[in-house]
């Protein structure tokens, strides 16, 4: 696929579902208005720049759609996108720690800079509701979603996650922060202090967890994440117009914007170049474990570390970030926040 400025389909929306992409997908349910993007990257599934570059052209074509899709001759509102992964049993793993060392190793502060703006465009671009198209944004978490994958899902509007789903920020395991939106997103649905504990403690949370935490919306079984997508879609029809515009008031009242994410990137881009060796190794060692786990690096002598296991690493002793709660009776096959899902 060609640079930005050589795509002319960005500005035809009757092209849109035709778009060939290396590292996504997309399917759209013209009944249903639901446009579905499917992450499905080569190799580790982390967010690699060739992916980055292939949700980026495709949210400037929905920018550019006024809404609509032209399917079987006639155009189609979008009324729900959905951020989903075919990759088996993971979402996404966070940021491409084989080109960080690479990069680190080089000091190449611009091509550092050139990624994370990326990211930025791409997070801005989901936030702003794809230049304020009247849309639901839902992610859909099936298996781990780690770091820069997990900041990606946040930007939605609704997150479903399946109950076997693993989530967090593992970036201080190896002395840093998730730069791309997590902070400014976190602070706003949790609080400054609650939203730094979770960047500092390294923990690797359940579905549930984030739940009871308000992170999580929906709840669905193992297996069933769609079938709850589009349960989801039938039960909001409504009050759709009203939970957009309420959406759309919150970015207003208390807005995140393409600034302020882009100042925090440059923060996060300095304190990777001030990584020594220890945190090096240490995201080394993730890296060569995740090369090894999706079989495209060679066994090395350094003991792996499997995603999973992630969630075993102690956290840094600091208190949980909420009191137990009750757990509330749970509903097959989703369990949804009542507030949620109010007639």
């Known amino acids: 696929m060609g ?28 009944e249903q208005g639901v446009l579905w993007t499917f992450m499905n990257p080569k190799g580790v599934p982390c967010v690699n720049l060739r992916m980055l570059d292939d949700l980026f052209y495709h949210y400037k074509g929905l920018e550019n759609s006024s809404g609509e899709i032209f399917v079987g001759n006639t155009f189609h509102p979008i009324k729900y996108v959905i951020f989903a992964s075919k990759f088996p049993e993971i979402f996404n793993l966070g940021g491409d720690l084989v080109m960080f060392n690479k990069l680190i190793q080089k000091r190449d502060r611009q091509t550092f800079l050139h990624y994370a703006t990326r990211c ?73 202090i609650q939203a730094e504990r979770m960047l500092l403690n390294g923990k690797i949370y359940s579905a549930q967890e984030m739940y009871e935490l308000g992170l999580v919306d929906v709840l669905a079984e193992d297996g069933e994440g769609e079938a709850a997508v589009l349960e989801y879609v039938q039960r909001q029809k409504r009050r759709a117009n009203g939970f957009q515009a309420i959406q759309r008031a919150r970015q207003r009242a208390n807005p995140v914007t393409r600034q302020e994410l882009l100042d925090i990137t440059t923060i996060w881009v300095d304190a990777v170049l001030r990584l020594d060796e220890n945190d090096l190794k240490m995201m080394n060692r993730l890296a060569r474990s995740q090369q090894k786990l999706y079989g495209l690096g060679e066994p090395t002598s350094e003991p792996a570390i499997k995603t999973g296991a992630l969630s075993k690493i102690s956290s840094l002793n600091i208190s949980q970030l909420v009191r137990p709660q009750p757990l509330v009776h749970l509903v097959s096959p989703i369990h949804e926040r009542g507030v949620a899902m109010a007639a």
């Open 3 to 30: 640079k930005l400025n050589d795509v002319p389909y960005l500005e035809k929306m009757e092209n849109l579902l035709e778009i060939k992409y290396e590292q996504i997908s997309t399917r759209f349910d013209a």
């Open 120 to 192: 930025i465009d791409v997070m801005t671009s989901m936030i702003t509701h794809y230049n304020n198209l009247p849309v639901t944004t839902i992610s859909l978490i099936q298996g781990d979603a780690l770091g820069g994958g997990f900041e990606a899902a946040l930007a939605s509007d609704v997150i479903i996650a399946e109950r076997g789903s693993k989530m967090g920020f593992p970036e201080i395991l190896f002395n840093l922060f998730p730069g791309m939106g997590a902070y400014s997103i976190l602070a706003r649905k949790l609080g400054t």
